[in-house]
């Protein structure tokens, strides 16, 4: 069982930073791609940045420039940096895992609240 847990949300001022973290828990053969997603209040659940196996990112073009995803060698884990944050960018974000035979598997979400 595939397990993803997010952490590092919290609340912040506008123009300050925070570092989300997602550990990835269990038994998998081959993760093709891990992201970042975020769910706003009343809004849809969107992309954030993607990182795959190969080490290629891609961006919203919302946050380009300002957030940055990484991952560590063992891909157990994913990071997301995220600087000069606005109220926009408050929202619940999930850690969301690809694996090369098609399985997809969500965290819970962390939630990020940016204040003005």
């Known amino acids: 069982q595939v397990q993803l847990v997010e952490s590092g949300g919290g609340l912040v001022q506008a123009g300050g930073s925070l570092r989300l973290s997602c550990a990835a828990s269990?038994?998998?053969?081959?993760?093709?791609?891990m992201g970042w997603y975020r769910q706003a209040p009343g809004k849809q659940r969107e992309l954030v940045a993607t990182?795959?196996?190969?080490?290629?990112?891609n961006y919203a073009d919302s946050v380009k420039g300002r957030f940055t995803i990484s991952k560590d060698n063992a891909q157990k884990m994913v990071y997301l940096q995220m600087n000069s944050l606005t109220p926009e960018d408050t929202a619940v974000y999930y850690c969301?895992?690809?694996?090369?035979?098609?399985?997809?598997?969500w965290g819970k979400g962390t939630l990020v609240t940016v204040s003005s």
């Open positions: 969301n895992q690809k694996l090369a035979n098609g399985m997809i598997h």
């Open positions: 269990g038994s998998f053969f081959s993760i093709a791609l």
């Open positions: 990182i795959a196996s190969g080490g290629i990112t």
